[in-house]
């Protein structure tokens, strides 16, 4: 049973806009949040995290955003640039497990 | 450099034969994990291990083995009972069950298998 779920398989984004991409779980002991960026051919490279003691971490464009309640989270990606066209993974973990839970992804077109 | 290596980057293999993947890591985890890529389906756990000489199933194992004879190393073997093995594969390492740390994977090796 997928304890990460990514829904939207696919976005598409101008230039210069918000980027949304959402992340939703189901197993409440998860308590750190990852995102990681992936272009083809090519390992996943992490790009920021969040503890579940807080609700938004920020760097630099990229914000992400946890409400535990809904057992939901997204990054922000802002502004839009081509160069970040590639598929995103949300991925938790339970910091005292030895596992990381990834999402079915999501490919992100930026257009310019 | 630290990081994760994986090899070879591309691999054709004949149906019915057996093939290792490399993943060496200098980063001195002790965590490392084999994960399967396949359009649409994320990353799949196929086995990981936590110190050496040991190591668990993950969620898609059969077809696959694994040793960790080594900290460093952790090859994957897909055999000929893997029934889809054509796939991405990619390894990752990690700080064992320490708070708020990341994954770090290599860059992953295509298998086809014809």
């Known amino acids: 049973d997928q304890q990460v779920k990514q829904n939207s398989p696919s976005l598409s984004v101008q230039e210069g806009r918000i980027s949304i991409l959402n992340c939703d779980y189901t197993?409440?002991?998860?308590?750190?949040f990852l995102w990681y960026k992936k272009y083809p051919a090519e390992g996943p490279t992490f790009l920021i995290s969040i503890s579940s003691i807080k609700d938004k971490n920020e760097d630099g464009r990229f914000t992400v955003f946890l409400n535990k309640s809904a057992k939901h989270l997204s990054l922000h990606i802002v502004p839009s640039q081509p160069g970040d066209s590639a598929v995103y993974f949300c991925?938790?973990?339970?910091?005292?497990?030895?596992?990381?839970?990834f999402g079915t992804g999501t490919s992100l077109t930026v257009i310019p | 450099d630290g990081g994760i290596t994986q090899s070879p980057k591309y691999l054709f293999r004949k149906e019915g034969q057996n093939v290792t993947l490399s993943c060496e890591q200098n980063l001195n985890h002790d965590a490392m994990y084999w994960y399967r890529q396949d359009p649409g389906q994320g990353l799949r756990l196929i086995y990981y291990s936590q110190i050496v000489n040991d190591f668990q199933k993950g969620d898609i194992a059969e077809g696959y083995s694994v040793s960790r004879e080594k900290k460093e190393s952790f090859p994957l073997t897909v055999t000929s009972a893997q029934k889809n093995p054509t796939a991405f594969y990619l390894c990752?390492?990690?700080?064992?069950?320490?708070?708020?740390?990341?994954?770090?994977f290599g860059q992953g090796t295509r298998l086809t298998v014809v």
């Open positions: 990752a390492s990690s700080i064992l069950r320490a708070t708020n740390t990341e994954a770090f």
């Open positions: 991925a938790a973990r339970v910091n005292t497990g030895n596992q990381f839970y």
């Open positions: 197993n409440s002991m998860f308590d750190y």
